[in-house]
Nanobody, 124 residues
């Protein structure tokens, strides 16, 4: 069965960094757009950044210049390097797989597979 397992969340101070990882199994990882979504406390889940199967990226304005997504198809693993973290980055972060044609505008209802989430908390 399909599994997406995130690791790397935690609690940090503003300005610090974290790296999230997501290891996938049970489907053809290289053939999907992969992305990170997040859900702040009391808010809707939103797409943050995606990487198309061809390697192209889409970033939300709120994280441009601070977050970097990457994928290693040989390891079926997705990464998110988060630098210069801000308190407003506090959220549950979810790994997601979706079809390439939905990659540039990632929406919750277009996601095929979800991870269980990992909490990121940024203190001011």
């Amino acid at each position: 069965q399909v599994q997406l397992v995130e690791t790397g969340g935690g609690s940090v101070q503003a300005g610090e960094s974290l790296r999230l990882s997501c290891t996938a199994s049970g489907y053809t990882f290289s053939g999907y757009c992969m992305g990170w979504f997040r859900q702040p406390p009391g808010k809707e889940r939103e797409g943050v950044v995606t990487v198309h199967s061809d390697g192209s990226f889409t970033y939300a304005d709120s994280v441009k210049g601070r977050f970097t997504i990457s994928r290693d198809n040989a390891k079926n693993t997705l990464y998110l390097q988060m630098n210069s973290l801000k308190p407003e980055d506090t959220a549950m972060y979810y790994c997601a797989a979706l079809r390439d044609n939905y990659c540039s505008v990632p929406m919750n209802n277009r996601v095929n597979f979800w991870g269980q989430g990992t909490q990121v908390t940024v203190a001011s």
